[in-house]
């Protein structure tokens, strides 16, 4: 099964990361070709399409012109070890065995609004461009114009083998993808809290969850769906109740 995470905000350039290895984005032409336009924003135009303080908006706007490919170990970082967000915490990228992430780097896919469809070991810089964002480059009007059918592609192309696709990004990024022309079965786990007599979704448990699903599914090896069902990290259980074929659902509390 093929696992697709949504990227971070919150970056770690500073920390190494665990393994030397790395690959190569397959898609740097359009990166190179977003920061060449966000490069032409001032900065009163990049604050408010991408709703940032002034300070993240230097910070993003020094990020852009530092932008250097090619990219190497010197200049960039692995992306499953850069990101450092709720669900980077749940999958804890830092404490995988070298074998963990080989088989993280064939099953796990990451989306990002710059860099498209990412590899775990791919290197990249630091950024912010959010797939929401709506950056209007040539004849697209915003970054799902611009990624849906090269990311979509991509997908099929892994799925011919990998057959499931695990949806576990969040819906800003996961609504990139053209599902119509997806050739795949795909599941989509949900994470509720119990709250009250209900159970929830709780954006920050669940970001998190998705990261430990993830993990979970790297650690066991899973290739069947049903064997999902047996996630029981951090107190969640699969709740049959509540769960459909293509969204098994998973409470706690």
Do not use: C
């Amino acid at each position: 099964m093929l696992i697709i995470l949504s990227p971070a905000k919150k970056l770690d350039f500073e920390t190494p990361a665990t393994t030397k290895n790395f690959t190569l984005l397959s898609e740097l032409d359009k990166s190179k070709a977003l920061i060449k336009e966000l490069r032409t924003y001032k900065p009163k135009k990049i604050s408010k399409l991408m709703k940032l303080s002034d300070s993240l908006t230097e910070l993003n706007i020094k990020r852009y012109k530092n932008f250097s490919p090619p990219f190497s170990l010197e200049n960039a970082k692995q992306a499953m070890f850069a990101f450092k967000g709720d669900t980077y915490v749940g999958l804890d990228a830092e404490t995988m065995s070298k074998a963990d992430i080989n088989y993280a780097q064939k099953h796990l896919k990451i989306l990002s609004g710059l860099y498209g469809l990412v590899n775990p070991l791919d290197l990249i810089q630091p950024y912010r461009l959010e797939m929401g964002t709506k950056l209007a480059y040539q004849e697209n009007k915003n970054l799902y114009d611009f990624w849906s059918e090269t990311i979509t592609n991509q997908l099929n192309t892994l799925l011919k083998k990998e057959k499931t696709l695990i949806n576990l990004a969040s819906k800003e990024y996961f609504s990139v993808i053209d599902f119509n022309n997806i050739d795949a079965q795909v599941i989509a786990p949900v994470f509720k809290e119990k709250k009250g007599e209900e159970f929830k979704i709780v954006s920050f448990y669940a970001k998190k969850a998705r990261g430990m699903m993830s993990r979970f599914i790297i650690d066991n090896r899973i290739k069947d769906i049903k064997d999902l069902k047996k996630f029981d990290v951090d107190g969640y259980a699969y709740n049959k109740k509540l769960s459909t074929e293509l969204e098994p659902v998973f409470t706690r509390g």
